[in-house]
């Protein structure tokens, strides 16, 4: 695992994931699909080749702060190493979608945190993305599981139907996010 850049990144990402852990109540009531999520998340970031294994939530709802604070790192801007808290409701979903599709995958990431200068970057060299994304935020992750197909990927996103589900089979992912439910 890499640590962060400064130690300045390094505690304001440890003082924001601290306090997002403080209300886990407010992220469970507003993830109220009443599946379990197994807690646990098996990433490969295809950008910095940097990967995690790691329980992130024990089985009474309780997040790890450090399992946490490493996968802000590896879901990171991969263009400017910002690294920026991911909401806790996106992880669940995330979790939620790989223990449908069953569990033991490792889950490739295309973008988590997307910083401005990036977004902006993406935008000015013709790609469609939002201005106002919520990578920006932490509220997203585009996703592939190699060995799955992408659709069914996909229709298992859908199927449970909690925040945005975006396709993108020319670009190979599926994008996931915690905002209101619905589909592209």
Not at 35 to 62: A, F, M, W
Not at 98 to 113: A, L, P, R, W
Request: aromatic share 8%.
């Amino acid at each position: 695992m890499h640590l962060p850049t400064s130690r300045r990144s390094f505690l304001k990402a440890s003082l924001l994931t601290t306090l997002a852990l403080l209300h886990p109540g407010k992220a469970q009531a507003n993830f109220s699909t009443g599946k379990q999520v197994s807690g646990r998340l098996n990433l490969y970031n295809i950008h910095t080749g940097e990967k995690i294994s790691t329980t992130y939530r024990d089985p009474d709802g309780q997040y790890n702060t450090l399992a946490i604070n490493e996968l802000n790192w590896l879901l990171r801007c991969h263009y400017t190493n910002e690294q920026h808290p991911i909401d806790l409701q996106t992880l669940d979903f995330l979790d939620l979608l790989n223990t449908k599709m069953g569990s033991t995958n490792e889950i490739h990431v295309i973008s988590g945190f997307r910083s401005s200068k990036y977004n902006d970057y993406l935008i000015s060299q013709g790609h469609k993305v939002a201005r106002h994304s919520l990578h920006l935020e932490g509220r997203a992750i585009d996703i592939r599981i190699p060995g799955t197909a992408l659709a069914n990927l996909h229709r298992t996103a859908l199927s449970l139907r909690i925040g945005g589900v975006g396709y993108y089979p020319s670009e190979d992912f599926v994008h996931i996010d915690s905002g209101a439910f619905r589909t592209w």
